[in-house]
């Protein structure tokens, strides 16, 4: 919750526009789902027997320039990323019983946290096209009064920039109810 905070003061103090900050903060959400797979996924295999073969054992032979601390943890941070991503190139595979449950829960968190993703986007760009719709319509109107009743080019202008201004106001005063909002009700 402090992220999407962190979200809306970038947003006003430095005049951006919400739709790539949002874009951000899901990318950003989705690096921190795979970095706690990843401690997971390394954490389950060190809580296994010695005996037993794990993912660990197996990256190592494979790649035996990668078998430091950080070197696991981007073996283990790759898998559960092109997990989440639903790529699934097969280079880093479970070993054992433990390790394939672990994959299939981080399988079916991987779907779910996909199809969020892919959700919000496809909200986004509809609200955005739907806004951009009402915009050029907008303007359209404004251009045919304008012609129709011949104003100046100046006047013109600065019709159209209030126009877009106001629209960017618009759009301002609604994050931050949207902002306040969520705030309240996630207490």
């Known amino acids: 919750f402090r992220m999407r905070r962190l979200v809306t003061v970038a947003e006003v103090t430095f005049d951006l526009r919400y739709s790539p900050l949002y874009l951000a903060d899901l990318v950003f959400f989705t690096a921190l789902a795979a970095h706690w797979m990843a401690c997971f996924m390394y954490f389950f295999s060190k809580i296994l027997p010695s005996n037993w073969l794990t993912w660990v054992d197996v990256f190592a032979q494979q790649y ?12 283990a941070y790759y898998f ?3 997990t989440i991503t639903t790529v699934g190139y097969g280079n ?3 070993e054992n019983t433990v390790d394939r ?12 946290l996909f199809s969020y993703l ?21 303007i359209e109107k404004l251009r045919q ?3 129709r009743n011949a104003l100046p080019e100046e006047l ?3 019709l159209r920039v209030y126009l877009r201004d106001r629209e960017g106001i618009k759009m301002l005063v609604l994050s931050i109810l949207k902002c306040a909002a969520s705030e ?3 207490v």
Request: aromatic fraction near 12%; avoid cysteine.
């Open 92 to 94: 880093i595979v479970p």
């Open 118 to 138: 892919v959700s919000v986007l496809s909200q986004a760009k509809r609200v955005q096209k739907e806004s951009l719709k009402e915009y050029s319509l907008k």
């Open 145 to 147: 009064f304008s012609v």
């Open 80 to 82: 559960a990323t092109y």
């Open 64 to 75: 035996p320039d990668a078998t430091s601390n950080g070197g696991l943890y981007v073996g």
């Open 184 to 186: 309240r009700y996630s």
């Open 101 to 112: 449950i672990v994959t299939m829960i981080f399988m079916f968190a991987g779907v779910a």
């Open 156 to 158: 013109r202008l600065r």
